[in-house]
C-alpha cells in the first residue's frame, strides 16, 4: 500500500502561482509513476501532470504545459506541482496519484490521496 498526502492548495488571484507537494509513504518501491489530477465542479477528473519516479521524464496536459512544472524529491518521497500564471480555469480540486505502470489515464492510477482545492479569483 502506498499512502498520499497533498497539501499547499489555496486561494490566489489570476496570474499568481502555488506550489502543490504530495508526500509519499508506504510501498514506493512499487511505484513507477506519479501523477496529479484535478477535477472542477461537475467535470470528470483530467490529467494534469506526470513524472516518472526514477528517470524524472515529465509530461504534461496541453492547457498546463509552460505554465506547470511538476518535480520529485526522491530523498523526501515527495512530488511538487509548480503552477505560475494561474487561471480562473485552473480552478479545481487537485489530485495526487500513483502508479505501478504509468499513463495519463485515471484507470491506470492505483492509489489517490484526498484532494486539495486550489481556487483561482480576484
Known amino acids: 500500500q502506498v499512502q498520499l498526502v497533498e497539501s499547499g492548495g489555496g486561494l490566489v488571484q489570476p496570474g499568481g502561482s502555488l506550489r502543490l507537494s504530495c508526500a509519499a509513504s508506504g510501498s514506493i518501491f512499487s511505484i513507477n509513476a506519479m501523477g496529479w489530477f484535478r477535477q472542477a465542479p461537475g467535470k470528470e477528473r483530467e490529467f494534469v501532470a506526470v513524472i516518472m519516479r526514477i528517470i524524472g521524464s515529465t509530461a504534461y496536459a496541453d492547457s498546463v504545459k509552460g505554465r506547470f512544472t511538476i518535480s520529485r524529491d526522491n530523498a523526501k518521497n515527495t512530488v511538487y506541482l509548480q503552477m505560475n500564471s494561474l487561471k480562473p480555469e485552473d480552478t479545481a480540486v487537485y489530485y495526487c496519484?500513483?502508479?505501478?505502470?504509468?499513463?495519463?489515464?485515471?484507470?491506470?492510477?492505483?492509489?489517490w490521496g484526498q484532494g486539495t482545492q486550489v481556487t483561482v479569483s480576484s
Open positions: 496519484a500513483a502508479t505501478k505502470r504509468g499513463g495519463v489515464g485515471v484507470p491506470n492510477y492505483d492509489y
